[in-house]
T-cell receptor, first 115, second 115 residues
Framework: AQSVTQPDIHITVSEGASLELRCNYS??????LFWYVQSPGQGLQLLLK??????LVQGIKGFEAEFKRSQSSFNLRKPSVHWSDAAEYFC?????????????FGAGTRLFVKA | EAGVAQSPRYKIIEKRQSVAFWCNPI?????LYWYQQILGQGPKLLIQ????????DSQLPKDRFSAERLKGVDSTLKIQPAKLEDSAVYLC?????????????FGSGTQLSVL
């Protein structure tokens, strides 16, 4: 079965600083990979996704992620963090199972932004 | 487009009581998901519907949880009887049928507290 690991439970960055959130996955073939963001009291919202082509994908709110097959990673980056980016971030991989596709989420990384 | 609607927003019950959650997906979305999100963890898939048929319910505790999707639109998730460990946010999501790279649209969730 596929799995997703987010090594950092929480990260604190200063406003204006750069950000990188780590994600590692296990899957034999080329995966479908996603990053979602969850603000307090809200459902999850898609930031970006990768399923083929260019390994550097751009998302909403200035986020980008790079797929590195050799490292089984799909890290999320942002060059300059804003206070409104404080939220929980989930990496996800789609598992191609009998009967259909199933999205598997990592445990999440909570981002704190300090002034 | 209107988003995924869930109700109630919050629910507090005592253990051994029953509870039901309701979800209305985005119009035209054939696939509907129920996820359980325990505090500090990523969402865990409980059940996945394709129209009104079950695609995956392998992680649904069937001795106490049940779900249905009548007419392939709205869905209800029921817990009877509830246990303390069922305290979590229950998220409903929907997606268009696709090749596995379709994003999930989430509702705001129902926060359940079992006392």
């Amino acid at each position: 079965a596929q799995s997703v690991t987010q090594p950092d439970i929480h990260i604190t960055v200063s406003e204006g600083a750069s950000l990188e959130l780590r994600c590692n996955y296990s899957y034999g073939a080329t995966p479908y990979l996603f990053w979602y963001v969850q603000s307090p009291g809200q459902g999850l919202q898609l930031l970006l996704k990768y399923f083929s082509g260019d390994t550097l994908v751009q998302g909403i709110k200035g986020f980008e992620a790079e797929f590195k097959r050799s490292q089984s990673s799909f890290n999320l980056r942002k060059p300059s963090v804003h206070w409104s980016d404080a939220a929980e971030y989930f990496c996800a991989v789609v598992q191609d199972d009998t009967g259909g596709f199933k999205t598997i989420f990592g445990a999440g990384t909570r981002l704190f932004v300090k002034a | 487009e209107a988003g995924v609607a869930q109700s109630p927003r919050y629910k507090i019950i005592e253990k051994r009581q029953s509870v039901a959650f309701w979800c209305n997906p985005i119009s035209g979305h054939a696939t509907l998901y129920w996820y359980q999100q325990i505090l500090g963890q990523g969402p865990k898939l409980l059940i996945q519907f394709q129209n009104n048929g079950v695609v995956d319910d392998s992680q649904l505790p069937k001795d106490r949880f049940s779900a249905e999707r009548l007419k392939g639109v709205d869905s209800t998730l029921k817990i009877q009887p509830a246990k303390l460990e069922d305290s979590a946010v229950y998220l409903c999501a929907s997606s268009r049928p696709g090749a596995g790279n379709e994003k999930l649209f989430f509702g705001s969730g129902t926060q359940l507290s079992v006392l």
